[in-house]
């Protein structure tokens, strides 16, 4: 908004010029000389000459309004508040109710509001409105009105807002910014430069935490992503394995800036590769945000056909691994001003964004809205004071656990960041992000060799049969991690062509407390005899009536015997040694002809599934606790 304030204002100084001489309002022709004189300065953006020129047309003639406005322009074009100040507020002294002059009402409530000033900018846009031309300024001049109103009670109501510096050890570099956290909350990524020159150079650091749960000092990330070139804004997936980040020179690209994708296989990052033009434009592209699974993809971009100059962008990522044409999320995010610094936190529900369109304290504030069903969006919600003041406010980062926020604290003096230092605090109870995360996280190894295998880890939310996320573990050493967001139950399949999938069932209810948990994937080769554990098959006590959310373990089961056509399998039933053997041997048949059945019902041929009670024969856990019990009721599958 400043920057189109003020170019409104130049274009109106310089339309003064173009009348005749005798219409400027001084009757010194030198004065009048003058401040025609400073028209090409000002055209050039050549402000010290043009303020020269302009002073000593006012010492020539104090009451001359144009050479006021123009001289306050000046100013305020070379950051010289009080300068500018000044000379709008003789304007309005000298021509308060002339339209041509408006704008110095806009412009001074502009600064009152930068500087805190709401009674006074309301005053001013009030008079600004009142005598404006129609049409001038006024969807900015009501915006401003209203962020007036807005910021004068949410001061009144303040929320908890207790931010600290991170440890000095992380804090080493006179500029850090963008902070992003993996989801187990062990490592930090960020941006750092020592200077504020174009020519600083700008790379991604990461620190992480040792066994105290200290911060390390950081160290460049790579020597594959960070060149001599600027690395800029980066976001993680949740497992730390896959970053985005922005370039905007020094690699081929598409436009000023483009977004760069890398991988982590073992302890190094692969060459970054452009993300190609479904993502990036002739324009700029940047400030990613990345969804915990990697999958879903938020940035910044001002190509044209947005609603405003910048808007926030969205793709998705399908199992090919190729990105689908970037598409604006549109309204209630996006307005007609700017939308910068996307966040979608690892629930996948709840984003957070800077904007200076919506109602706020001035400039940019801090936004946050929810995915509501249908997958739209609900409107935005200022993050209060003081957390959003009248400064600007670009950028948060919400930790997993929902109740930790991560920024940079930045100083500036004029156009430019002097320090930067990374912050955290404690989210308020209104701001903590309802739906937590949880995470599951561990190897995938070869059952017999135990060598490291890259496997795709799917969890599905049992309560919709729907996909939640998808990752694959580290080819290097196997590792994975993915997010379980609260509120259901959920089925973990991890897979691997020529291996028997693993069945593992995960529960976060919403009364449930964040306890990460820890699985090794054993995975066998698809050979005879083998055979797997169904551990989301369910049936109600006592019964052998599947339940409903047995489905997506059921099709599982059909998928995989579709991309095996030559496997034939045994549906196995087993049970605790609770009653008597007989009984538990036609519990566990009949729970195997259930599963059968389904299978039958749904296409599958009968001359591939076979089945067979095994009742209390074979344990695999004691069956002298609950625990254990639970582990020998189950369903299995074997390879015949």
């Not at 309004?65 to 123009?70: D, F, S």
């Not at 926030?312 to 691994?321: H, K, W």
């Not at 930790?399 to 920024?407: E, L």
Request: glycine share 6%; with cysteine; hydrophobic share 35%.
């Amino acid at each position: 908004m400043k920057i189109l304030a003020l170019f409104f204002i130049l274009s109106n100084i310089v339309s003064f010029a173009s009348e005749a001489q005798q219409a400027l309002g001084t009757k010194n022709k030198r004065a009048a000389d003058l401040y025609i004189e400073s028209e090409t300065y000002v055209i050039r953006r050549q402000y010290p000459q043009a303020i020269s020129l302009l002073n000593q047309a006012l010492n020539r003639d104090y009451q001359f309004a144009e050479a006021h406005l123009r001289l306050g322009t000046c100013y305020k074009a070379v950051e010289d508040n009080a300068g500018a100040i000044k000379h709008f507020t003789e304007v309005i002294k000298l021509k308060p109710a002339d339209p041509r002059y408006s704008l110095a009402y806009f412009v001074l409530a502009e600064m009152n509001i930068k500087e805190g000033k709401y009674d006074e900018a309301i005053e001013l846009l009030n008079q600004h409105q009142k005598i404006a031309p129609k049409g001038n300024l006024s969807n900015e001049g009501a915006l401003m009105l209203q962020n007036a109103f807005y910021a004068k009670e949410a001061i009144q109501n303040p929320v908890a807002f207790d931010p600290k510096p991170l440890s000095s050890r992380v804090n080493v570099f006179q500029l850090q910014y963008f902070p992003v956290l993996t989801a187990d909350e062990s490592t930090l990524f960020f941006t750092a430069r020592n200077g504020n020159a174009r020519t600083d150079d700008e790379d991604i650091f990461i620190s992480n935490k040792d066994n105290l749960g200290a911060w390390t000092a950081p160290e460049p990330i790579s020597r594959n992503i960070n060149t001599r070139f600027n690395e800029g804004t980066c976001s993680i997936s949740a497992d730390g394995r896959m970053m985005i980040f922005t370039t905007c020179e020094g690699r081929q690209g598409y436009g000023s800036c483009d977004l760069y994708v890398t991988y982590k296989m073992g302890a190094d990052w692969s060459i970054p590769e452009n993300l190609g033009p479904n993502i990036n434009s002739p324009q700029w592209d940047s400030q990613p945000s990345l969804s915990a699974d990697g999958n879903t993809l938020y940035y910044v971009s001002n190509r044209p056909g947005g609603l405003g100059n910048r808007d926030i962008y969205v793709s998705y990522r399908n199992e090919s691994g190729e990105w689908t044409k970037a598409q604006n999320i549109g309204e209630p995010i996006n307005t007609s001003s700017d939308e910068v610094s996307p966040f979608i936190h690892a629930n996948g529900f709840t984003f957070f964004f800077a904007s200076n369109g919506h109602p706020g304290f001035g400039g940019f504030d801090i936004f946050s809205s929810e995915i509501e069903s249908g997958n739209t969006w609900g409107f935005p919600k200022n993050v209060g004071y003081p957390i959003n003041t009248a400064e600007d406010q670009v950028s948060l980062f919400i930790a997993a656990s929902g109740t930790t926020a991560y920024y940079a604290n930045e100083k500036k003096q004029g156009n430019e960041y002097v320090d930067s230092k990374i912050y955290s605090f404690e989210l308020p109870p209104t701001l903590q992000v309802t739906r937590g995360v949880n995470y599951v996280k561990g190897r995938v190894v070869d059952a017999l060799t135990q060598q490291p295998i890259i496997a795709t880890v799917e969890l599905y939310d049992l309560a919709t049969d729907e996909l939640s996320s998808r990752v694959k573990s580290d080819s290097l050493t196997g590792e994975y991690l993915i997010t379980l967001t609260k509120g259901s139950e959920y089925a973990l399949y991890v897979n691997k062509n020529g291996y028997l999938f693993d069945s593992r069932y995960f529960s976060f209810q919403e009364d449930d407390s964040v306890n990460p948990e820890l699985a090794d994937i054993l995975l066998n080769k698809i050979t005879r005899g083998e055979s797997v554990n169904l551990n989301n098959i369910f049936f109600d006590f006592d019964t052998f009536a599947l339940r409903e959310k047995s489905k997506t373990e059921l099709k599982k089961i059909i998928a995989f015997l579709n991309a095996y056509p030559e496997i034939k399998i045994e549906m196995e039933g087993h049970t605790d040694n609770v009653g008597s053997a007989q009984y538990n041997l036609e519990l566990s048949r009949s729970r195997a002809l259930s599963v059968y059945e389904y299978l039958m019902e749904n296409g599958v041929a009968d001359n591939r599934v076979y089945y067979k009670g095994y009742g209390m024969e074979k344990p695999i856990a004691t069956n002298t606790t609950e625990e254990g019990r639970q582990q020998n009721r189950r369903i299995a599958f074997k390879i015949l």
